[in-house]
């Protein structure tokens, strides 16, 4: 089974990358870009039937820093 | 006092560090990642800078869930001293053992150079050397120093003085300028700036011996 998670800064953490990107697409000529927030994307190739608490797991102890980032879990 | 200098793949101020100690009059070994203990009677264990499992995932991520980790946790927590500088601050926040992260510096720029520091506390073993208020000059080099606190965390080490250095111009964005943390029994010290790499007169300012050197006369002391 294949797994995705997404980790992103938390709200109200400043992105300065996500606003050099923003920056950036304005100088493009891209009119009205508000915001851009810039995160990761980790896929995970597990054995079948590992469950969404482990994978939860994974993202608190390693893949996720939560002091300043939060996880969302795509099992596909 | 014996200290032990934590040494990752990728550390590359772990040598400097073991030089800065053994000036200071300690007795110094080096402690390989994948070691699960500490060797006897350590009082101090140094988490060296540099750029452990090449930055990886995020800075000090896969560091901190090294064997020796657990044992630098142990030690900490059975009141030992630790002190991390640059790249083993980041260790320390990805421990757990200091609050706080080191994010992107703000202007997304590696930055090396000399900067001021003010010594907000000296009510610790590693600023024992120091007068409240002093200003220092240590050398920075980090693309990721930038701390990061949440409102209550900062109002917490602000209320039990532990904010160890300050910035006197903010190079990275953190906040509040802090550049180094203390943790709350003290003995746990995280900084961004390189005390190790201002020790001796051809590093072009010796302002990191006093740190150094107040922790061996507090260790030889106890």
């Known amino acids: 089974m294949k797994a995705r998670v997404y980790v992103m800064l938390k709200n109200g953490v400043l992105d300065p990358q996500g606003e050099a990107v923003r920056h950036a697409l304005g100088t493009l000529g891209f009119d009205g870009v508000q915001g851009v927030r810039q995160g990761k994307v980790i896929e995970l190739d597990l054995a079948d039937g590992t469950s969404e608490e482990t994978i939860a797991q994974m993202c608190e102890k390693l893949l996720a820093n939560t002091v300043i980032e939060s996880y969302r879990i795509e099992v596909q | ?26 007795d110094v070994q080096m402690v390989w990642h994948k070691d699960a203990a500490m060797p006897d009677n350590i009082d101090l264990v140094a988490v060296p800078g540099g750029f452990s499992f090449g930055d990886y995932l995020r800075c000090g991520a896969i560091a901190a869930q090294s064997p020796i980790c657990k044992a630098v946790v142990d030690h900490a927590q059975r009141g030992g001293y630790v002190i991390g500088v640059c790249n083993g601050f980041q260790v320390l926040t990805e421990t757990g053992l200091l609050p706080g992260a080191l994010m992107r510096n703000f202007n997304l720029k590696f930055i090396c150079k000399d900067v001021d520091l003010v010594v907000k506390t000296s009510h610790s073993a590693f600023t024992s050397g120091y007068g ?30 532990r904010i160890a250095f300050t910035y006197a111009n903010n190079p990275n964005g953190s906040v509040a300028d802090i550049a180094g943390v203390l943790s709350e029994n003290r003995r746990v010290l995280g900084m961004m700036p390189h005390p190790e790499r201002a020790v001796d007169t051809g590093h072009g300012g010796t302002d990191g011996q006093a740190l150094f050197r107040g922790l061996f006369d507090q260790m030889v002391a106890a």
Do not use: W
């Open chain 2, 1 to 26: 006092m014996r200290a032990a200098v934590v040494v990752f793949p990728g550390s590359n101020c772990d040598r400097d560090m073991a030089v800065a100690l053994r000036a200071a009059g300690a």
């Open chain 2, 132 to 161: 409240a208020d002093d200003t220092v000059c240590y050398p920075v080099a980090h693309h990721d120093g930038n701390y990061s606190i949440d409102d209550e965390g900062l109002a917490q080490i602000k209320d039990q003085d």
